[in-house]
């Protein structure tokens, strides 16, 4: 037996047991190399105890799979998709036009306009297929995760819990930071 981050598996045949909790995000990626850019949604989701699956799959160059994976998405658990590309930024939308799930979209900075054109193709959705977009950048990353948090807390009390001790371990990390400042500059 092995621990795999979300429970005991065995170590010959991957099996269930009741900690291991089924996923409720998606974290889907337009390529590997965004990775680096969004590892604070995968860890702000981990921190709060969220169960997700992360995949690498591209509206322009795997369609098809984006198509497959988004329409089975809800049927096999899947409450909040979070998706997440740079330069032409078309996977956020395309995963909502395919799903009634809410989709979160991060434009992914990087290439010759830094996150400019993946801002703009993934928050400039037409009326009637809503993409959630966040900024551009590591704040944007973390804040994907908050709202899908947000969004299962509205019907999971002891996340709802979680959601409001992190957010008071912000506002104290910035009291601390207030006062030492204060201290340093003696006023
Ligand atoms: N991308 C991949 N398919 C469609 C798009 N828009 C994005 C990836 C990545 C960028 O293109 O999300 O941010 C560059 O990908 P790569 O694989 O060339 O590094």
Redesign the pocket.
């Known amino acids: 037996m092995k621990n795999n981050g979300y429970g005991m598996v065995s170590s010959r045949r991957s099996v269930k047991t009741k900690e291991m909790k089924m996923a409720q995000v998606a974290v889907l990626?337009?390529?590997?190399?965004?990775l680096p850019?969004i590892q604070s949604c995968l860890d702000t989701l981990k921190k709060l105890d969220v169960a997700f699956e992360v995949r690498v799959m591209?509206?322009?160059?795997t369609p098809d799979v984006v198509k497959e994976y988004i329409s089975g998405a809800a049927a096999k658990g899947i409450r909040v998709i979070i998706a997440?590309?740079?330069?032409?930024?078309?996977?956020a939308g395309v995963c909502a036009s395919h799903t009634i799930l809410p989709v979160i979209g991060i434009p992914?900075e990087?290439?010759s306009l830094n996150g400019m054109d993946?801002l703009l193709?993934t928050v400039q959705m037409p009326g009637g297929i809503p993409v959630a977009t966040v900024g551009v950048g590591s704040g944007g990353a973390t804040n994907a995760a908050l709202l899908a948090i947000q969004i299962l807390a509205l019907n999971d009390v002891a996340l709802a819990e979680r959601f409001a001790a992190d957010r008071a371990a912000r506002r104290q990390k910035v009291l601390d930071a207030d006062e030492a400042m204060m201290k340093q500059y003696g006023n």
Not at 29 to 34: C, E, K, R, V
Request: a positive charge; aromatic letters at 0%.
């Open positions: 990626m337009g390529s590997s190399s965004d850019k591209s509206a322009h160059r997440a590309a740079g330069g032409a930024a078309h996977l992914v990087g290439g993946a193709a």
